[in-house]
Each structure stands twice: as C-alpha cells, then as structure tokens.
C-alpha cells in the first residue's frame, strides 16, 4: 500500500481475535516484499516508532507454508499488552526514511487505530496511549 500524502510506503491490517490474545501478527509476504527480502526461517529485527514517539524492536520471522504460501509473523507481546491491541484494532507501518550513519534495518512509525461509535456514527480514531 502506498501512502500518496506523504510519498511513503506502509503495509497494514486489522488484527485478528488470535492475534490480539496471543500478541502475534501475520503478513502474507506479499503485503511486506517492498520492505523485506523473504530468507525462510530467518529472525530479523522491526524497528518502530509508535504514535507517542516511544521506540520499540519487534521479532519477525519468515515462513513457507505449503497451503498459504509465503508470510511473516511480528511477535510483539509487550506492545500489544502496554497498548491493550484488540480484534479488529489497524495497524499501520509507514517506513521511516533511513540515516547513512544509522543501522542498516529499515524503521518504521506504527500507528494504531481502533473503530469506535460516537454520536450513533462508526468512525477510525487514533490509538494514542
């Protein structure tokens, strides 16, 4: 997914019940290709910034499953637990543009938002805790 307003790219989902109550999300490797080479069973870091400006590292790892194809999991049990992440919660991932003087990984910020009802209306609002 692009993000036209700011020319950056981001990958995004609404989490799963699973998901949210074992602190783990998947990509198929479609969604993320952009960001990361597929290398199967390989442990790499993600680097976020969330919307508070707090930094976090995430576990990802890269899998091949002969039904489903390529993916990857982000495991993230503190965050989503500090961050109280629910089913159907968005997450976002926009890149970060990258220093040369900077690790090599690429950053990302993430943000969170949550569906809510006001005034008998659905509407998408920021997760900013």
Partial sequence: ?????QG?????KHLTQ????????????????????????????????????KAWTFIGTFYTNPKIGKYV????????SEKGLKANDEVIFTER????????WKKFKLV???KMRLFGQDIWGELKV
């Avoid at 997914?1 to 307003?5: A, K, L, P």
């Avoid at 109550?21 to 976020?48: C, M, W």
């Fill in 73 to 80: 999991s982000i495991k993230w049990p503190q965050f989503s």
């Fill in 8 to 12: 950056r790219q981001s990958f995004s």
């Fill in 18 to 53: 699973s998901e949210a109550k074992d602190r783990i999300i998947f990509f198929s490797y479609t969604d993320v290709a952009p960001f990361f080479e597929f290398q199967e069973g390989y442990l790499f870091f993600v680097n976020v910034t969330d919307s508070l400006g």
């Fill in 97 to 104: 543009p990258r220093r040369k003087s900077k690790a090599p």
């Fill in 112 to 114: 969170i938002k949550r």
């Fill in 1 to 5: 997914m692009e993000n036209q307003e």
